[in-house]
């Protein structure tokens, strides 16, 4: 039944893997695939060797729908939920360890608002949570609260979380924002980076929700 959207979590780890976001069986995705339920990668499953009949459909209180012999959801999983939870309008969470957000995040510095592309899908600073421990309620809580509205978090000495109306934009948002931690890292090396007005801010974001995503047709998964 969900073998297609099971399909498209492989794909998009594999992606990930070759773009350097993840490393070895770190960082997760997920997809919501009905109103309650949501399909997950698997804990301790590299990407590589990910199949889709590896990936766990649970439902938004944990219980397991459909699961593998011998494959469990992703120890994150309590993360996803809460922005699943909090957020309707996400359909789709990559988490992520890439290199230069996880730098931000270790040195406990939110990414400002510095460059246009990461502006316009994300709404604005990436913002910073504060630190829990990995798979735990108290850091799905500070990842759901602190997210807020917007579509990326980064997590304290931990990585980035990045959400979007489908995978495809979630996926984006992955990229955009290890881009954003890059250039403000570069910026501060030449003297700091300066950040965009909350005006111009808000009047990218409000453009690229009302005209960008619907021309690219990034709509509801279902």
């Not at 992703?74 to 359909?91: F, G, K, N, V």
Request: some cysteine; proline content about 4%.
């Amino acid at each position: 039944m969900f073998e297609a959207s099971c399909q498209q979590l492989v794909l998009a780890g594999q992606t990930l893997l070759v773009k350097g976001l993840v490393a070895g069986t770190w960082g997760n995705l997920s997809l919501r695939v009905a109103e309650d339920q949501v399909a997950i990668t698997p804990s301790g499953r590299d990407y590589e060797s990910l199949k889709s009949e590896d990936i766990v459909i649970v439902d938004l209180s944990g219980k397991a729908v459909y699961q593998a012999s011998g494959r469990s959801a992703s120890s994150e999983t309590p993360l996803h939920l809460a922005i699943y939870q909090a957020r309707p309008d996400i359909m789709a969470i990559v988490h992520t360890h890439s290199v230069h957000a996880s730098a931000c995040a270790v040195a406990h510095k939110p990414i400002p608002p510095v460059i246009e592309d990461v502006v316009q899908l994300a709404g604005g600073e990436i913002p910073l949570a504060p630190y829990a421990l990995p798979g735990t309620q108290e850091l799905a809580a500070h990842a759901a609260a602190t997210l807020g509205s917007k579509q990326a978090v980064l997590l304290a000495n931990h990585g980035a979380v990045c959400c979007g109306t489908t995978l495809a934009e979630a996926m984006t948002a992955a990229e955009l924002v290890e881009k954003a931690a890059q250039i403000y890292l570069y910026a501060n090396l030449l003297g700091g980076a300066k950040a965009l007005s909350d005006e111009d801010v808000t009047i990218m974001h409000e453009f690229y929700v009302s005209h960008y995503r619907k021309r690219r047709g990034e709509t509801r998964n279902d």
